[in-house]
Antibody
C-alpha cells in the first residue's frame, strides 16, 4: 500500500525553526520526485517545493525561498522540510506528496498525499 | 503563471451536471491537473494532463481544454462529490494552484 506519513509539526514561536519529516512506503521512493504543499487555515493549496528523485534538483516557491530547505534520504525513504525564520504566515497544514517518476516528461502531478502535519506559529 | 477558477463556489443537486473552469495567464499547453479536497482531508488527484483520468477515479469526472482554458466536468453529481476542486498548472515553476471551487449541496 502506497503511503506517506508526515510528522514534526507543532506549535513554534515566531523566528524559530522546525523540521518536518515524511516517511514513504509501498513504492520505490528513490525513483520519484517529491513535493511539499501547505494549506493555511481556511485557505487554498500552496505548492512550496520539490526535490528530484536523486535530491540534486530542488525548486522553491518565492514565499519560502531562502527560509525553507527540502531534502531527502533515499536510504531511509524519508523526505524532509527544514523551516527557518518562521512567521505567523507559515501557520498551515503541511502535506508531502509523491510526484512523478524520474523519467516522466515534465513536472507532472501529485498522485499520493500524506494526511498532513499541522504547524502553528504563535508567541 | 496565474491561475483563476470560476465560479468560486456553486450550489448543485445530486444528478446535476457541473462544470468548473480554470484559466491560466499564459499558454500551458495541456500541463494542467485537477484535485478534489474534502474538509479535513488531503487532496486527491482526479485528472492530469488536462484530460487523463487518474486510476480509480469515477468516469463521471472528465477534463478538457488546452492552452489557457480548461474545464472539469462532473456528468452526474453524486453525494460524495461535494468538495472543493483545485486546478494546478505543471508547465513551470512554481506549479501554481488555482484558488479553488467549492461545490455545495443545493
Amino acid at each position: 500500500q502506497v503511503q506517506l506519513v508526515e510528522s514534526g509539526g507543532g506549535v513554534v514561536q515566531p523566528g524559530r525553526s522546525l523540521r518536518l519529516s515524511c516517511v514513504a512506503s509501498g513504492f520505490p521512493f528513490s525513483s520519484y520526485t517529491m513535493h511539499w504543499v501547505r494549506q493555511a487555515p481556511g485557505k487554498g493549496l500552496e505548492w512550496l517545493t520539490l526535490t528530484s528523485y536523486d535530491g540534486v534538483n530542488k525548486y522553491y516557491a518565492e514565499s519560502v525561498k531562502g527560509r525553507f530547505t527540502i531534502s531527502r534520504d533515499n536510504s531511509r525513504n524519508t523526505l524532509y522540510l527544514e523551516m527557518n525564520s518562521l512567521g505567523y504566515e507559515d501557520t498551515a497544514v503541511y502535506y508531502c506528496a509523491k510526484g512523478v517518476m524520474w523519467n516522466f516528461p515534465g513536472l507532472g502531478y501529485k498522485d499520493v498525499w500524506g494526511k498532513g502535519t499541522a504547524v502553528t506559529v504563535s508567541s | 503563471i496565474q491561475m483563476t477558477q470560476s465560479p468560486p463556489s456553486l450550489s448543485a443537486s445530486v444528478g446535476d451536471r457541473v462544470t468548473i473552469t480554470c484559466r491560466a495567464s499564459q499558454n500551458i499547453i495541456n500541463y494542467l491537473n485537477w484535485y478534489q479536497q474534502k474538509p479535513g482531508k488531503a487532496p486527491n488527484l482526479l485528472i492530469y494532463g488536462a484530460s487523463t483520468l487518474q486510476s480509480g477515479v469515477p468516469s463521471r469526472f472528465s477534463g478538457s481544454g488546452s492552452g489557457t482554458d480548461f474545464t472539469l466536468t462532473i456528468s452526474s453529481l453524486q453525494p460524495e462529490d461535494f468538495a472543493t476542486y483545485y486546478c494546478q498548472e505543471s508547465y513551470s515553476m512554481p506549479m501554481t494552484f488555482g484558488p479553488g471551487t467549492k461545490v455545495n449541496i443545493k
